[in-house]
């Protein structure tokens, strides 16, 4: 079974998109933060992360780069998400 990190500090979104991967077949695992999912991606090694871009403390690029710097994780998909309806935010 292929496992999904959602690093998501808004906790409806998070359950929503882990309720509805999980309905898909998926593992789900779930951080707050960026801290948490950094923590969590260096422990499990999941196949796929999924994060927020805005985030407090740590947002969605510097949880990346953080978990690109742990060498069993630079190979691990890593999709940024963001409801933001603007691309100047985004690269």
Request: aromatic share 6%.
């Amino acid at each position: 079974m292929k496992t999904i990190l959602i690093i998501e500090d808004e906790k409806g979104l998070r359950d929503l998109l882990g309720k509805a991967l999980d309905h898909e077949g998926f593992q789900i695992l779930t951080a707050e933060n960026g801290k948490e999912g950094v923590k969590l991606a260096e422990e499990q090694h999941p196949d796929l992360i999924l994060s927020d871009i805005q985030m407090y403390p740590t947002n969605g690029y510097e949880t990346l780069e953080k978990i690109r710097k742990l060498p069993s994780n630079r190979s691990i998909p890593f999709i940024l998400m963001t409801a933001e309806p603007s691309f100047e935010g985004m690269r």
